[in-house]
């Protein structure tokens, strides 16, 4: 089944660093893909999304372009903020209509 | 933009007693509901999939007599805890999409706590 995997965290970066945080998806057809972010005790948020090869989403300086020969969908922006400090989900969807399947989250704590 | 209004954010109930959670779409038809379960630290597991009128589809080792879904109209969609107990204590997330321009919006979220 379809599936997404992403690099555990904790993250922590000094404020303006350089954010990667890695994720791969497995997936039959043409998945569409997304970013959550989520700040403690919050829901989730829509950070980004694409949905199909090539596509980059974009949001906020944040960047994921979706990468179907490495089935990737990495999230990197170019200098953090401390207000970025939450954790991030990788998610894809197989179809309109069916459940957003989640990886395990990356926790990302930026310090001043 | 799409808006899930979630409510209460926060509860906290006694064992044995029940606890209703609410999901609505505020600007938008949700011909799909789905509700997740948070544990901490830990991503979302999804427990169902609610289509307007029609019976909830419960994914596997969710206790569907439990974990009473409704979706009795395009605007609302209902989560009931059953006879609670600390072990439900946890974040329960709706999110909703609309097969008109599909996209998923979530609710913020509802911190069970069962005392």
Known sequence: ?112 | GAVVSQHPSRVICKSGTSVKIECRSLDFQATTMFWYRQFPKKSLMLMATSNEGSKATYEQGVEKDKFLINHASLTLSTLTVTSAHPEDSSFYICSATTTVNYGYTFGSGTRLTVV
């Open chain 1, 1 to 112: 089944g379809d599936s997404v995997t992403q690099m555990e965290g904790p993250v922590t970066l000094s404020e303006e660093a350089f954010l990667t945080i890695n994720c791969t998806y497995t997936a039959t057809g043409y998945p569409s893909l997304f970013w959550y972010v989520q700040y403690p005790g919050e829901g989730l948020q829509l950070l980004l999304k694409a949905t199909k090869a090539d596509d980059k989403g974009s949001n906020k300086g944040f960047e994921a372009t979706y990468r179907k020969e490495t089935t990737s969908f990495h999230l990197e922006k170019g200098s953090v903020q401390v207000s970025d400090s939450a954790v991030y989900f990788c998610a894809l969807s197989g179809d309109s209509g069916y459940a957003l399947n989640f990886g395990k989250g990356t926790s990302l704590l930026v310090t001043p």
